[in-house]
């Protein structure tokens, strides 16, 4: 669970002037947009550039520095439904797939990952109600409290037998403080669900697959922050992802990285970590802090290398 400044959160896309060549797409990382997608057009009357004669087209990218408004709260009494930290992308058919973190009931602050696909149709952007694909599991797991902070892939991964298209990484966690978060997986054979968590144990009938991540593997007490924000990167389309997580322990804040197969996730392998990666290069803020949480990853496949924003 994150702290939230705002609870009346339309979800917007910002697209700056540095953005590289095409970088994201649920093939490659999560989080994305790709460089060539279908637009429509939409022609009014009008003589002037810039005015309703003009050609304009209805596209998810938005123009260079505009800041996008995605959507808002669905119903017009819902004032106090956030929505927020979202993991995006673009399929083949042209249409977006937006996962983010939400509120179910007006003014109750308990994290569900909503799910909306957007469509242009006639010229015109339109996105479907709120399906909330992920939710808390009962009392007494892992992610009894929030469920949020999604990341999906595209790949190949097998769980109990059954082969799944895509694969996404959340936080979870059992407290109302912002304090013991840990990372889980789940699987869907569709962009929309059904979902499922990998809350079971792999082969060995010994070690649990959820939490991928959990937060007693680092420095992290009772009061303790944990690990979450996390961020999906496929390694080979298939099975094999990075995968980074903010922790938040006694010893200080930074992300971890580690590269999982998950080809198999009833016998998943993990490759390598980094148990915290450099902030080298990334400027301090105000406070002169240098440290990177919150942070997302993608590939950029035509210049060979990772993106972050932070």
Request: proline share 3%; aromatic share 8%; charged share 20%.
């Given at each position: 669970?994150?702290?939230?400044?705002?609870?009346?959160?339309?979800?917007?896309?910002l697209l700056a002037s540095c953005v590289p060549s095409p970088v994201d797409s649920a093939?490659?990382?999560?989080?994305?947009?790709?460089?060539?997608?279908?637009?429509?057009s939409a022609i009014d009357s009008g003589d002037k550039p810039g005015d309703s004669s003009t050609t304009k087209k209805a596209s998810?990218?938005?123009?260079?520095?505009?800041?996008k408004l995605l959507f808002s709260p669905g119903k017009p009494e819902e004032t106090r439904i956030y929505n927020y930290c979202p993991s995006i992308f673009i399929d083949s058919d042209g249409d977006e797939h937006v996962y983010f973190c939400t509120n179910k009931v007006d003014g109750n602050v308990t994290d569900y990952i909503g799910y909306r696909k957007g469509s242009i149709v006639d010229g015109s952007i339109s996105y479907t109600d709120v399906n909330y694909v992920l939710?808390?599991?009962?009392?007494?797991?892992?992610d009894s409290r929030h469920n949020c902070d999604p990341?999906?892939?595209?790949?190949e991964f097998k769980y109990k037998g059954e082969t799944y298209n895509y694969l996404m990484a959340f936080l979870g966690c059992l407290t109302s403080d912002s304090t013991r978060n840990e990372t889980g997986i789940a699987v869907s054979k569709s962009p929309s669900g059904p979902w499922?968590?990998?809350?079971?144990?792999?082969?060995?009938?010994?070690t649990p697959i959820n939490p991928i991540v959990p937060y007693?593997?680092?420095?992290?007490?009772?009061?303790?922050?944990?690990?979450?924000?996390p961020s999906l990167v496929s390694v080979d389309k298939k099975?094999?992802?990075l995968l980074f997580t903010t922790v938040g322990a006694s010893n200080g804040t930074f992300t971890n990285l580690r590269e999982y197969d998950f080809s198999d996730i009833d016998n998943y392998v993990l490759l390598r970590q980094r148990n915290s990666i450099s902030s080298q290069g990334i400027r301090g803020t105000v406070s002169g802090a240098t440290f990177i949480n919150n942070a997302d990853f993608a590939y950029d496949e035509v210049n060979r290398r990772i993106i972050l924003s932070k």
């Open positions: 669970m994150k702290t939230k400044s705002l609870l009346n959160c339309g979800l917007m896309f093939e490659g990382a999560s989080s994305g947009i790709q460089d060539s997608q279908p637009t429509s998810f990218i938005p123009e260079v520095g505009e800041v939710e808390h599991s009962d009392l007494g797991h892992w990341s999906v892939v595209k790949g499922v968590k990998c809350n079971s144990f792999k082969s060995d009938g010994v007693a593997e680092f420095q992290v007490g009772e009061s303790g922050w944990g690990t979450g924000q099975g094999k992802v």
